[in-house]
DNA sequence: ACATTCAACTGGTCCAACCAGTTGACCAGT
DNA sequence: ACTGGTCAACTGGTTGGACCAGTTGAATGT
C-alpha cells in the first residue's frame, strides 16, 4: 500500500495538456513570434493525430493564459506575452517539464518580488490584523521551531505560516500573488538549494517578526520580513553558465 | 464607416465563456463551498442546455484558474480559491460584469499592490537598468506631460510609461504581476474616480521620478514612485455599506 | 464480517457533421 | 482601369453521439 506518495510518476498527462505545454512552450521562446497566425485548429488536430476537440481546449488555454487572441472566422493570433501574459504564467511555466529559456531568471524575479511582497504584507498586517489573527501567527510561529531540522518539512510550514501573515494583512491582492509565486517558483525546497536554508532554519527570526506583527510594530515588521526573505535572493544577476555547480565560491 | 469603434457591444459571448463565467462567480461566492463536488459535466450540459464539449472548455479554464481539482474517474471538486487561485482572478473577476461580493475590496488591494511594486521595480530600475531605458523613460514622462487634460489618454499613457520602468527592472515577475494588475484592476480611469486623477495629473512629479531613475538614485525613486502610486489608494479600509454613497463624510 | 466483484457513475477522447463569422479572389458594372 | 458586390474557401464555435478509461460504492460471495 503507498501510503504517502504523493507523486503518481505513472499518470497519464492530459492531451490537451500536453498539447497547452507545447505550444506554450514555443509561444515563450519565440518560435511562435507575437503577431504571427497560430496554426489553424484542425491543421493542428491533424499534424498531432489527436481530436480537435483536444486542440479546442489547449487553445483557450492559452487565450486564458493571455498568450493568444482568438476570433471567430479570424485565425488565431500571437501575442506579445511580455505585454499581456499575468503572473500566473509563474506557475504554469514551472510545471513544465523544462523551463523555457524566455524564463531564465524568472525563479529569481519570483524571490525578490516575494521578498517585496512579503515585507509589505508583514507591515499591513502590524497594522490591521486582529487579535486572534495575531495569536494565531505567533502560535504557528512557535511550532515552527519545534519541526526540526527538516527542510522539506520547514519549508511547507514556512509557507503556511507565510500565508497566514498575507491574509492577515487584508490585501486579497497579496494573498492571490503569494498563491501564485508559492505554486510555482518556490514550491518546497526545490528551487533555492543552500539560501533558503538560511531562511527557514532561522527559528529565532520567524519568532521576533511574529512578536513585532503581535505588537503592531509596523516598521519594525515589515524591516524584519524584508531582511528575513532577502536572504534567499541572489544578490547580483549572475546566473550565465548552465551548470548547476556554481554559487559554491562564497559572495565576496 | 465605423473608425474608432473599440468596443463592440454586439458580440455575442461564447457558451463556453458564458458557462466559466457563471460558474467562477458561484464559486467565489460561495454558492459552490470548497471542498464540494461540482455538478457533473453531463449534468451541466443538460442544465443549461448546452453540449458537453462547451462544458468542459468552461471546466478547464477552471482548472487552470485554480478555481477546481479534476481527476478522471473522480468528480470534479471545488478548491478553496483563497488558497489555490492566482492573481489573474483580478484579471478575470473585473472582466465579469458584476465583481462577486466576496471581491469587493479587490480594487483597492490591487492599487495597494500597484504602489508596493512599483515603488519596487522604480528602485531596480533605477539601480540596473540601461541608459537607453532610462533615456526612454526620460522621454516618456516628457511626452507625458505634453498630452493635456484628457484622463482617459493620460491614464493609458501613464500605464504606458510604468510598463517601461518595470521593464527597466529586469524582473520578469514585477512584469507579469504588472499585465495582471492593469490588464484588471485598474484600466483607464474605469475605476478610480478622482483620487487618481491627483496623480493622472501630476505632470512634475512624473518627470521627477523619471529624472532620479536616470540618475540612479534608487532610494529616492522608489520614495517618489511610493509616495505617486499611494495617491490613489483609500487610505483607511472603510467600505462596509453596499451603497456606492458612502466617503462622503470626511474621515475623522 | 470481510474481501471481492461489478455495474454505474465520473471525466477523457474521438468522429462527423454543421453553424457562424472572416477573408480574399473573382467578376460585373461603371 | 477602377470600383463595387458576390461568393467560395477558409477560420473558429457548436452540436450529437459514441466509446475509452479511470473511480466509486453497493451488491455479492465467501
Not at 207 to 231: H, K, M, P, T, Y
Given at each position: 500500500?503507498?501510503?504517502?506518495?504523493?507523486?503518481?510518476?505513472?499518470?497519464?498527462?492530459?492531451?490537451?495538456?500536453?498539447?497547452?505545454?507545447?505550444?506554450?512552450?514555443?509561444?515563450?521562446?519565440?518560435?511562435?513570434?507575437?503577431?504571427?497566425?497560430?496554426?489553424?485548429?484542425?491543421?493542428?488536430?491533424?499534424?498531432?493525430?489527436?481530436?480537435?476537440?483536444?486542440?479546442?481546449?489547449?487553445?483557450?488555454?492559452?487565450?486564458?493564459?493571455?498568450?493568444?487572441?482568438?476570433?471567430?472566422?479570424?485565425?488565431?493570433?500571437?501575442?506579445?506575452?511580455?505585454?499581456s501574459a499575468g503572473l500566473d504564467l509563474v506557475?504554469?511555466?514551472?510545471?513544465?517539464?523544462?523551463?523555457?529559456?524566455?524564463?531564465?531568471?524568472?525563479?529569481?524575479?519570483?524571490?525578490?518580488?516575494?521578498?517585496?511582497?512579503?515585507?509589505?504584507?508583514?507591515?499591513?498586517?502590524?497594522?490591521?490584523?486582529?487579535?486572534?489573527?495575531?495569536?494565531?501567527?505567533?502560535?504557528?510561529?512557535?511550532?515552527?521551531?519545534?519541526?526540526?531540522?527538516?527542510?522539506?518539512?520547514?519549508?511547507?510550514?514556512?509557507?503556511?505560516?507565510?500565508?497566514?501573515?498575507?491574509?492577515?494583512?487584508?490585501?486579497?491582492?497579496?494573498?492571490?500573488?503569494?498563491?501564485?509565486?508559492?505554486?510555482?517558483?518556490?514550491?518546497?525546497?526545490?528551487?533555492?538549494?543552500?539560501?533558503?536554508?538560511?531562511?527557514?532554519?532561522?527559528?529565532?527570526?520567524?519568532?521576533?517578526?511574529?512578536?513585532?506583527?503581535?505588537?503592531?510594530?509596523?516598521?519594525?515588521?515589515?524591516?524584519?520580513?524584508?531582511?528575513?526573505?532577502?536572504r534567499a535572493v541572489p544578490s547580483p544577476a549572475?546566473?550565465?553558465?548552465?551548470?548547476?555547480?556554481?554559487?559554491?565560491?562564497?559572495?565576496?
Amino acid at each position: 500500500m503507498l501510503t504517502a506518495m504523493t507523486e503518481r510518476t505513472i499518470q497519464r498527462e492530459a492531451v490537451s495538456d500536453q498539447l497547452f505545454s507545447l505550444l506554450e512552450e514555443r509561444i515563450l521562446n519565440g518560435v511562435l513570434p507575437p503577431g504571427g497566425a497560430l496554426t489553424a485548429e484542425r491543421e493542428l488536430a491533424a499534424e498531432f493525430g489527436v481530436n480537435r476537440h483536444a486542440v479546442r481546449e489547449a487553445v483557450k488555454r492559452l487565450q486564458q493564459a493571455r498568450l493568444v487572441e482568438v476570433s471567430q472566422g479570424g485565425r488565431t493570433r500571437v501575442l506579445d506575452w511580455r505585454a499581456s501574459a499575468g503572473l500566473d504564467l509563474v506557475l504554469q511555466a514551472s510545471a513544465g517539464s523544462r523551463v523555457p529559456p524566455a524564463l531564465a531568471g524568472l525563479q529569481r524575479d519570483a524571490l525578490e518580488m516575494r521578498a517585496c511582497i512579503g515585507a509589505d504584507a508583514a507591515r499591513l498586517c502590524a497594522e490591521r490584523c486582529s487579535p486572534a489573527q495575531a495569536a494565531e501567527i505567533t502560535a504557528a510561529a512557535a511550532a515552527f521551531g519545534r519541526i526540526g531540522p527538516d527542510l522539506a518539512a520547514l519549508g511547507a510550514a514556512d509557507i503556511a505560516w507565510w500565508r497566514l501573515i498575507v491574509t492577515g494583512s487584508g490585501n486579497l491582492a497579496y494573498l492571490l500573488a503569494f498563491n501564485s509565486l508559492v505554486g510555482g517558483a518556490l514550491p518546497v525546497g526545490e528551487v533555492p538549494p543552500a539560501h533558503r536554508a538560511d531562511e527557514l532554519l532561522d527559528v529565532t527570526a520567524h519568532l521576533r517578526l511574529a512578536e513585532l506583527i503581535a505588537a503592531g510594530d509596523a516598521a519594525a515588521a515589515e524591516r524584519a520580513a524584508r531582511e528575513l526573505l532577502s536572504r534567499a535572493v541572489p544578490s547580483p544577476a549572475a546566473e550565465p553558465a548552465p551548470s548547476a555547480a556554481a554559487g559554491r565560491e562564497a559572495a565576496g
